[in-house]
């Protein structure tokens, strides 16, 4: 994955003051109870061990996440899919959407935002999960409302370990659906990997539906693989309808040293071929397409290593220069010092 810097627009000065106003304002109203269903609040340990006991790694599935107005009123306020911020990898419109800045969305979403920061918040879902210290991320990196169209998805893979701002250990996702209307034919469904790099037999998966309102919370680990299928909604391109979700991540300031790994970005997994596809097989015109498709993604995270390999020998090769020239210039001054002391000498 390559980091981007995040979208939201540093606000000018009059325009701080009223932002820092209203956050204020929010942050005094945001409480726990307004907004989170009453038996999630008061079910604590018996949430914190279905967690504990998860497979193939630590997750909640939780439906009627959020109250029943609070979330009506999140999707009444649903942003548009917007092009520009639709942009893949490869700088291509694509078919996934994400608004990182609730705050601007305003209404319910600058509401949520209040909430995910206060210490109650935090608290409760470190209760949830046994995570201490647990931090908003004020940047949104990567997170935000997401919308998912026709024809996308999204290969198994685990997430960046540590924000690219901030050097803080991500800990936990928190993703909150909010589709009225899906079927499970529809695919979409997030995937909890025990291992994709594992032939297909040995992998584990889990699956969850994106079902209105329901949430899945899970740990961001070096083991917890995770993706979702492709979406083939009934009116392909032209079908309206789309997967809607905002994604929340949390941080802390440490973490466990069992779950320490060298600082890395996101690392995907291709998928395999499907297992009808097979020596003799005849293949109808859709599993041609899904042989193509698969390639042509394969190619894509090929391409995208040979730049990221390309760009750190370039960052290399610029240390090794600057490192020449520094010994070049304290040879030469050494030589010089030693070439005065000879002539007094």
Known sequence: ?????????????????????????????????????????????????????????????????????????????????????ALNEDGRVGAKCVHEDLVALGGPWQQLDALIQTRQFLDWLGNLTGIEGLLYDPHYFGGGTHENRHGQDLDPHVDFNRHPVTGWHRRLNLIVYLNEEWRAEWGGAIEF??????????????????????????????????????????????????????????????????????????????RPLPEHIKAGATLSDEDVRTVQRLVARRDQHIQRLYRHVSDLTERLEVIERSMWLRMRRRLGTLARTLGIRRRRA
């Open 193 to 270: 990997h025990s291992d994709p790099r594992r032939p297909p037999q040995e992998n584990h998966v889990e699956v969850v539906q994106p079902r209105y309102n329901r949430a899945v919370l899970f740990e961001t680990t070096y083991w917890s693989w995770h993706g979702f299928e492709r979406i083939e909604l009934p009116g392909k391109d032209e079908d309206e309808r789309s997967r809607k979700s905002v994604a929340l991540y949390f941080y802390s300031k440490k973490r466990p040293k069992k779950e320490l790994t060298p600082r890395h970005s996101t690392i995907y997994v291709d």
């Open 1 to 85: 994955m390559t980091y981007r810097a995040s979208r939201r627009r540093p606000s000018s000065g009059s325009e701080a003051v009223l932002a820092r106003g209203d956050k204020a304002q929010s942050l005094t109203k945001a409480r726990l109870e307004d907004f989170i269903a009453r038996h999630y609040r008061l079910q604590g340990n018996q949430l914190q061990r279905r967690f504990e006991e998860a497979q193939p790694f630590r997750h909640l599935v939780l439906d009627d996440f959020f109250s029943e107005d609070f979330a009506r009123s999140l999707f009444d306020r649903f942003p548009p899919f917007d092009e520009k911020l």
